[in-house]
């Protein structure tokens, strides 16, 4: 997930779906109860959860908008969608929708928020721009991203062992993206005032996970890193894990930064 640009593919995500919702308790769902924490859904309100994944900060809004509220929770990836109407059961204002939310039809929502979503889209401007757009006027938005430095050092080791196990080159830098410019608070902001946005604010909420063997490999099961593992035969699976686990041992690599930055803003 530090390098999210084309390893978050929708079928990595509906692999990971399961794995997903056991590395929420460790990663998912402290991050999202920071990002609503500084979200500030308030009762009554309707929110759009964009990217909801299985819920990590959905549900807790729902909780918070209550039965006068409403929250519109939009996932690309069918399996998310399918736990989290699990986990919503008991919370009529929570809906869950299986779509591509970039053309998501709603609009006029109170708050629109997206925890660790915005930078999936393929045009992330465009598609973070159509969010905004959801927004009523003077209405909120709320967007968090990993800040610069953050999970990177998990997906260049597990990069790296997929590529001995698979006797490839080891891999280059992926392309420069837009992500790796506004992955601090200053650049975050200046970008979202060029869209438009005022009162523009960046939070910032130091994290990190501790690597125990358990975490490190359900951080690659339950996220976007699965897409690293689409190419790898089966069989070769374990010998990935061994290589991954051992290089992060080697390295020293004991905990990861999961640092995140929330940027709050009215439309
Ligand atoms: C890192 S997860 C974050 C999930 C959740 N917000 C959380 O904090 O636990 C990113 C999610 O974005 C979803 N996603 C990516 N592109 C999307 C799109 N265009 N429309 C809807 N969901 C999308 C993926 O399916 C995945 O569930």
Redesign the pocket.
Known sequence: ?GRPVNT?S?EA?DAAAADFAVL?RHL?EP??ADAVAVADPREGERVLD????TG??AVPTAKLVGRGGMVDA????AP?IAELRRRGEGLPQLRAHEA???SWSGTGYDLVQS???IF??PDMTEGTRRLIGMARPGGRVAFTIWRSGAMVAAGRQLALAVAEVRRTDPPGERKPHLIDRINRPATFAAWLRELGLSGVDVAVRERSLPMTPEIAWLLVLG??YRGALSDVPPDSVPAVRERYLTRLRDAGIDELDATTLTATATR
């Open positions: 997930m978050g929708r995500f929420g998912w991050v999202a964009a990217c909801c994944g990590a900060s939009v996932d690309i990836s998310m591509d939310v970039t925890v660790l979503g999936f889209f996220s976007g």
